[in-house]
């Protein structure tokens, strides 16, 4: 049985090892227990030490809530009270807590004062830092700078001379690489997410999904088969999207948006086998040409459709954006394909011219040799 001396002991080594994993400097995870008028108090995860973290240091960003894990930063103990940090600003940016800043990579807040030779000048606190435009953020160096308010890593701290310089890449760079590991726990092909298009081209969307650059190619941005991407999507939209492929190892992530589109293809399609219809020329290619017929649907006629005799290339008789009239040979759903004729189109005018003619005559039955003439013709090309 233990006396009271050894649970003395235990006790008092047991608080022993919780300051020496908590000297200053030391970086924890910790869960926000409570938010106050004045400061966020926290309790490490590992050491189950309650400190606080002053208001102030959230004043560019939303408070966080009970429940909420941060990363701190411890700093002091006072009077039995433990002081943390996320981010060094305004006070609490001491000459011995920019020192702690510098050797245990502490972020610090700071406002960009003025542009000198080679960077700017940043006022942190009663302090005055540098920072080279080399340690500027690539996202940043095309904004207006002066005035704003940023985190920076310390980098160098020269006493003599007077000198802290700073770096903004080191902390964005070191912010991206977080959220790209907690991403890459929590992204999965097959799931959908929210992005927003940063830029649009041939080859398809560029967007920003939660901080990664993702391509939303243009076979996977539309159902049509050559949109303009540009007119049906613009910069700063955000669209749902499933995850196709997440290539972590290269960077490359793709993501369709089609499952959020209305497939006409599922839709009742406007026109079936046998219909004439007035289509647009779209492209000639050596085996036919595409003809578009409705803003969603594109059709082929092959060559030995096209009533052009052989070894004669299309691009003699037709060209893009021209009209044609054409028959709708077959409609194959599963494939997305629809086959179309042109020398059909002529025929059944023909047919049809040869039908009105008939309907013409005031006695029935009654044919002229016109009428017979081109009745014989049809019926050999039917059996052609």
């Known amino acids: 049985m233990k006396g009271p001396s050894s649970e003395f002991e235990r006790l008092l080594d047991e608080s022993f090892k919780k300051r020496k994993s908590i000297e200053p400097g030391s970086r924890h995870e910790a869960k926000v227990v409570s938010v106050k008028n004045d400061y966020v108090f926290v309790r490490t995860t590992q050491t189950q030490i309650v400190g606080n973290v002053s208001i102030e240091e959230w004043k560019d960003e939303t408070l966080p809530k009970v429940g909420d894990v941060l990363v701190v930063y411890f700093l002091k103990e006072h009077s039995g009270d433990f002081y943390f940090t996320i981010c060094l600003a305004n006070d609490t940016l001491t000459?011995?807590?920019l020192g702690l800043a510098s050797q245990y990579e502490i972020p610090v807040i700071g406002q960009i004062q003025?542009?000198?030779?080679?960077?700017?000048?940043?006022?942190?606190?009663?302090?005055?830092?540098?920072?080279?435009?080399?340690?500027?953020?690539?996202?940043?160096?095309?904004?207006?700078?002066?005035?704003?308010?940023f985190k920076f890593a310390?980098?160098?701290?020269?006493?003599?001379?007077?000198?802290?310089i700073l770096s903004q890449k080191k902390i964005t760079d070191r912010e991206r690489l977080t959220k790209t590991n907690l991403l890459r726990e929590e992204l999965k092909p097959g799931m959908f997410v929210s992005c927003t298009v940063k830029s649009i081209h041939k080859f398809g969307l560029i967007v920003d999904m939660d901080g990664l650059d993702a391509l939303v190619p243009t076979s996977e941005a539309s159902y049509k088969k050559n949109p303009d991407l540009e007119r049906e999507f613009k910069v700063g939209e955000t669209l749902r999207a499933k995850i196709l492929n997440l290539d972590w190892s290269q960077d490359k992530f793709s993501l369709s948006v089609k499952d959020f589109l209305s497939d006409p293809w599922s839709q009742k399609i406007p026109f079936k086998e046998g219909d004439l219809v007035t289509g647009t020329v779209e492209s000639i290619k050596p085996f036919g040409m595409f003809v578009k017929l409705t803003e969603n649907f594109v059709g082929l006629v092959p060559n030995k459709e096209s009533g052009v005799p052989q070894r004669t290339p299309l691009s003699t008789v037709f060209h893009p954006g021209s009209s044609v009239e054409v028959f709708v040979l077959e409609i194959n759903p599963e494939k997305r394909?629809?086959?179309l004729s042109i020398s059909k189109a002529s025929e059944a005018k023909d047919r049809m011219d040869y039908e009105a003619y008939l309907g013409d005559q005031k006695?029935?039955?009654?044919?002229?040799?016109?009428?017979?003439?081109l009745k014989q013709s049809l019926e050999k090309q039917k059996k052609k």
Do not use: C, M, W, Y
């Not at 940043?122 to 340690?135: A, D, H, I, M, N």
């Open 95 to 97: 000459e011995d807590n």
């Open 337 to 339: 394909q629809i086959a």
């Open 154 to 164: 310390v980098t160098e701290i020269h006493p003599k001379q007077n000198k802290i």
């Open 114 to 149: 003025t542009e000198v030779n080679g960077g700017f000048e940043v006022k942190l606190g009663s302090f005055t830092g540098f920072l080279p435009f080399s340690q500027i953020d690539n996202q940043s160096k095309s904004k207006e700078l002066i005035g704003k308010r």
């Open 363 to 373: 006695t029935e039955g009654s044919v002229s040799s016109f009428g017979l003439l």
